[in-house]
């Protein structure tokens, strides 16, 4: 199993990226795939989330301006961050599900499998 985001940058506040996640070894027919991201001296926050059976979930700071999505021929979830705040500055990780589940919430501990992160830094 392999997860590879890539995709971060430095963008200017009220600008937009968009991040990749490339993945081998399992399919999103039976995992859900996540975005977590890390501030430094902060705790990894859930950003969103693509389920089994493809159901998205957005945290409550990125909602309406972030979209997720998935293209499965080319194994790879993307992550459209729009309208993006100085506050969005951290390291931004995808990760595999620990279970399979249509309904699973979308907190780091229900994730394992993490990729290696990519730094997003937005400037004010």
């Known amino acids: 199993v392999q997860l590879q985001a890539s995709g971060g940058g430095l963008v200017q506040a009220g600008g937009s990226l968009r991040l990749s996640c490339a993945y081998s070894?399992?399919?999103?027919?039976?995992?859900?795939i996540g975005w977590f991201r890390q501030a430094p001296g902060k705790e990894r926050e859930g950003v969103s989330c693509i389920r089994r059976g493809g159901g998205t979930v957005y945290g409550d700071s990125v909602k309406g301006r972030f979209t997720i999505s998935r293209d499965n021929a080319k194994n790879t979830v993307y992550l459209q961050m729009d309208s993006l705040k100085p506050e969005g500055t951290a390291i931004y990780y995808c990760?595999?599900?620990?279970?399979?589940?249509?309904?699973?919430?979308?907190?780091?501990?229900?994730?394992?499998?993490w990729g290696q992160g990519t730094q997003v830094t937005v400037s004010s």
């Open positions: 070894g399992f399919t999103l027919d039976y995992h859900s």
């Open positions: 990760a595999r599900s620990r279970f399979s589940s249509y309904y699973l919430t979308c907190t780091a501990s229900n994730f394992a499998d």
